[in-house]
């Protein structure tokens, strides 16, 4: 049975896709199975895909919508288990620095993460996050910006933002010592 391409197409943009999703999600297992859905419903529009100029933004475009609203049902799920106490394992198949960022994006809202994963990750431009997320170019500056510095903050946190217990105020000098000459 001919496949006009999709199988090629699959075969080259999956990968991306998913490496894409777990950044979004933090989860492999999820991004695997959004990125599968999304593939499906790909699989089933091919003909009219393959003659896009990019039809793995469609299948991006499609999977980033998937992953958020997984994402929203799995705070209420959070949120249930933490009322009835039940505790949730994190992933641990990742290296320690890859983990610390993982956490650090999933600690964004979802919207900064959203566009930081699609310019920072994906290398794609303003205009075009704007255009995949449907939001203006302003919008996603704006939450560039904001994203940017909560992750800066979250990863490297300022020490001079936080007072020492232990530092006394320094003493004020008299007036007439701080004007005198040498």
Do not use: N
């Amino acid at each position: 049975m001919a496949d006009d391409g999709f199988s090629a197409f699959f075969q080259g943009a999956y990968p991306r896709i998913v490496g894409q999703l777990r950044l979004l999600t933090g989860d492999l297992a999820s991004a695997e199975d959004i990125a599968q859905e999304a593939f499906i419903r790909a699989a089933s529009r091919w003909r009219q895909l393959a003659r896009y100029d990019q039809p793995e933004a469609w299948v991006r475009r499609t999977a980033f919508r998937l992953a958020i609203d997984l994402l929203r049902r799995a705070r209420r799920h959070r949120r249930l288990l933490a009322r009835l106490g039940t505790r949730v394992e994190p992933d641990v198949e990742l290296y320690p620095q890859d983990r610390v960022v993982i956490e650090a994006l999933q600690r964004l809202p979802l919207p900064q993460r959203e566009v930081l994963v699609l310019h920072h990750c994906l290398d794609l431009s303003v205009e075009a996050v704007a255009a995949q997320t449907g939001v203006s170019v302003g919008t996603v500056k704006s939450r560039l910006s904001r994203g940017r510095e909560r992750l800066a903050a979250l990863l490297h946190p300022d020490p001079s933002r936080e007072v020492p217990e232990t530092q006394p105020a320094p003493t004020p000098m008299p007036e007439e010592d701080r004007h005198a000459r040498p």
